[in-house]
């Protein structure tokens, strides 16, 4: 551990190294600030650590989930998952169905090294939900303020995807997008399928590069005025491959074709010389000067368990929506008795995830092919769009908010039980029978997963247990959760139309298909879109932080994670994540250089 | 051939990754590396650290059931030539909850056909003909049809069936017999062939 954290006094601390504090920390350095980088886990280097071409066969259990685990053996995530060791935290009720799964993952650069790489705009109706349907709240800014920062985004870190100009589906700028890998065979089925039920299959937008990027030309389009961040941001592109359509992207990517922050963040801001990073720094709270302003942050080090502080002219919190809310609260002074600018009471509240409910089925037409490599880009390469607004604002369905559905199959490398379940099919068959089955059924397996937008609502919040610590002796979160009513509609709904799209395919469904929809849903927390609990907002009195995402009443303390969101989209929250923490990261900087903080 | 049909052998594939390994940078991260833990296990050079959960005579049994659920045919060996039945031991060797359930259904499972051998055709399991080995392992070849008294037989194969194909199908032999043919580096993906397209009924579909 270096004394030097402690010692330096730096411009901006950048609590976190994910998706927002990934970003917030390359803004910020390739601007010039001095910048402190605080990881709670160990450092990580997906050049060196990522598992490439390693055979299931080789791996413990050959690859399968376990509580140590939790995505498999060769998922990327270090020392996380929905329970970390020495990390417990609470729950407000004893229901099963009210529990909320709190997933982290202890290493920098986070949960981007193995997230899904969906990478989806929200839209127009996305940041005003309130003034469409009148529930939940609209967000501080529109779909205009952060179209630039979209555009940003995705030139830097690479998506590909097309644009189809439907509703609240926004299009990239001509020449943004990366090209879609063409479809495999299930995803076309799939699309013929769905043609006469009026639902678009339309490529997906994934942060994988499916072309090399252009280094000469978006590095100077992203910094026409900024000769550092435009060297720093060439040199590192330059240095990402195109995909080999190989090796599943959870596991990271050690030629950078997906979008890590540990790859595509880190490395540019790094070689500004602008960046310390410390990690194994767990922070417990922010601190304050007489002035009420921030001053910097108290962190534990998890090496030798001591406290220590660092010191900033701005603190940035990006620890991950309930990590950042839960530092808010553990931030506790005579000036905030119940946590930094929670005058109203309103931090850790209209905590949000995604609604979540899949079906699977087995396709006939999808037997006995010809052996062919459906690796691709391991994730998809086509998906379905949210295809019913307009019958949505008629009122006809009944729930106000959409959701996509994410399609998963093909001809997969086997893992752990890649045969379950087919005994349904065989009537139970073992020997030269069942050889000639697994033959005939590999790769007609389909599951496809909805993913829909929950509204924000009083029973999701967190707050601290104040009877409960972590091994660093920091006070835990106690999570409350209750589905609304419109989000089990959703699921009920997702499972209706996910069966008729099988069975317009000819296939057997293999899962429960659900009328009601609180048994459909996946548990709070489990699709890890954890956003919300420090909303941003118009108002001081209704809002933790304004359309800067900066916290009312301290002019210097910001947020760059999901926490500030105000609404959760079906629209994966990563690529808002980051072109959020972009616009505010430009905001601070342009305060400093007004002298403002 | 054209340019979008070359495949990238495996060691210009690793060559890439070397080169980009290459320019990492970290020079100012400060903190500790891996510490090799359950949850921070080695990715790149696994170890398989389970084996030894069942005895030497319930692995013979294991490997007698595993060759009897994937015996060898004209595409592919059977399950023990690939040492499938050494992965029913790995897994219910493991310290998870579930792996220890499993080894508890195994070897009740195992026990049930050694007593139902003894008492039906008078010697164990491993000892009897095949045919008489078929005649027991019939009744309990899947949970629906199986008699309400040999339920608990059904769950143990159905998890033994699992469990065989598992290591059968994560072997080359295996992944070979289905046509898994991808874990490959390409420079291009070229989607389905014509072949595939015409057998899925997509031919007049919308192929670009």
Redesign the interface.
Known sequence: ??S??ESKEYDAIVVGSGAGGGMAAYVLSTAGLKVLML?AG??Y?P????????????????GAS????PFG??D?T????WE??GEPYSQGSDDPAREFKWWRARM?GGRTNHWGRISLRMGEYDFKPYSRDGLGFDWPLSYGDLAPYYDKTEMLIGVYGSNEGLENTPNSPEGVLLPP?????YE??T??ACEPLGIPVIPAHLSILSEKLDHETIPKALFPDNELAEAVTR?SMK???A?????DCG?GC???ANFQSTTVLI?PA??T?N???????MVREVTLDKKGRASGVIYIDK?TKREKRAKARVVVVAASAAESSRIFLNSRSNLFPDGLANDNGLVGKYLMDTVGAGVGAQIP??E??????????SAMHMYIPWWNYQAQSRGELGFARGYHIELYGG??????????GL??FT??????D??EA??RY??SFLWFEGRGEMIPNDDCYLEIDSERVDDWGIPVPKFHWKWGQQELDQAAHMHKSIAEIFEAMGGTITSPVHKDGSKAIANGGVIIHEVGSLMMGDDPKKSVLNEHCQAWGIPNLFVADGAPFVSNADKNPTLTIMALAWRTSDYIVDQFKRRNI | MTASKLT?D?RA?LK??AS??A?????????????R?????D??N?????FGGLSAKEMASVAVLAD????E?R??PKATDVNAHF?VD??VS?P??K?QEALQTIREGLRWLDEQSVMRFGDAFNEISDRERHMI?EEI?????ANDRNKPA?IF??LL???V???F????E??A?????????????????R???I????LD????
Request: charged share 25%; proline share 8%; net charge neutral.
């Open positions: 551990m270096d030097r954290v990881e160990r450092a280097d050049v060196k650590e990522t598992p490439m071409f390693n055979w299931t066969k080789d791996a413990p259990l050959r376990t509580p140590d685990k053996f060769y990327a270090i020392d996380g998952g970390v060791p920098l890998p063409k479809a495999r065979a076309l089925l699309k013929k040199d240095s990402r491959a995909c080999f359509w190989a090796t596991r050690s030629i950078k490395p790094l070689a010389g960046l310390d990073i410390q990690t194994d720094a090496v037409a999808l006995s092919l010809p052996p062919h490599n459906e690796d691709g880009a001809r997969r490398m086997p893992g752990h039980a890649p045969f379950r005994e349904n009537g139970g068959a073992y020997g030269i069942f050889k697994c033959r590999y790769g | 990238l495996r594939a890439l990754i980009t390994s320019a990492a940078a970290s020079a100012q991260v400060l903190g500790e590396n891996a510490k833990s359950a949850t921070d296990p990715l790149v696994p170890e398989k650290p389970w009897m659920i994937i015996p045919d595409f592919s992965y790995e897994y493991a998870y909850q792996c392992v070849k899947w949970v629906a049809s059904a194969f159905a069936r699992d469990l194909a598992t290591g199908y994560t072997s080359f295996g992944m017999d289905i046509g898994y043919v991808g874990n490959k580096p390409s420079v291009s993906f070229d989607g389905p062939s072949e595939v397209l057998k899925v009924g997509l579909g919308d192929i670009s």
